[in-house]
């Protein structure tokens, strides 16, 4: 897909809710690192984009997310990398050894990569509404991660279908209750039930 396109905002065509005990949330991480989708303004800077509509507090950006990637680059300044419809945004803490060195935003090791990394963009003025894919990993997915999931995340079906076909008896007996498109639903049928292809909006309340 090309990145510089913009997208027109899409309805998630179904609506899954748990709420559960929170020591279970990190069975979700795993589609926060896979990647979920989110429809924003798109045309402004990641700083913007990551700051004031996800949510994210400056300072957490500044000191713990301290790797980032757009489209699979490397990016040092956030205030001057535009977001297209389309993009593809990675978080990670600052990640161990030379290559996380390398990698880590505005490091010392950071001109080692200037090859691959996101050069400036011009931020456009015009607010145009679009669809990233955000991917959050390591500390930032464990930090982040829940206040995402209470708000919700849009992924695929078959994603989340194949993520709680795998859960144990355990993890079940911590869902407390688990609505469909705002219906209560039973727990046993929602691991049996077939979904077709399609996005999600999931969301996990925790108690």
């Known amino acids: 897909m090309n990145a510089s396109k913009e997208q027109k905002a899409v309805r998630p065509q179904r609506h899954i809710q748990l709420e559960m005990a929170a020591e279970r949330i990190p069975v979700f991480f795993e589609l926060l690192r896979s990647g ?7 045309g ?6 990551l700051c004031d509509q996800m949510n994210i ?7 713990r997310a301290q790797t980032v990637f757009l489209n699979s680059s490397p990016v040092d300044d956030l205030a001057t990398a535009a977001v297209a419809g389309g993009a593809v945004i990675s978080l990670s803490a600052a990640m161990p050894g030379l290559n ?3 990698m880590r935003r505005g490091g010392p090791l950071a001109a080692m990569r200037r090859s691959i990394s996101h050069a400036p963009d011009e931020v ?3 607010s145009l509404p679009g669809r990233i894919t955000l991917k959050l990993f390591n500390l930032v997915a464990k930090e982040l991660g829940p206040q995402f999931l209470t708000r919700g995340i849009v992924v695929s079906s ?3 279908g194949e993520l709680l ?3 144990t008896s355990d993890f079940w007996q911590a869902v407390k209750s688990a609505e469909v498109d705002h219906s209560p639903c039973q727990v046993d049928q929602l691991v049996l ?3 077709p292809e399609q996005e999600v909006l999931f969301q996990v309340q925790t108690n």
Not at 57 to 63: E, F, H, I, K, T
């Open 57 to 63: 507090a400056p300072d957490y950006l500044q000191n």
């Open 44 to 49: 402004c800077s990641l700083e913007h984009m």
């Open 36 to 42: 979920f989708s989110a429809d924003i303004t798109v």
């Open 165 to 167: 076909m795998r859960q």
């Open 193 to 195: 039930h077939e979904w």
């Open 124 to 126: 456009s003025r015009h």
């Open 100 to 102: 996380g060195a390398v």
């Open 158 to 160: 078959k994603a989340l």
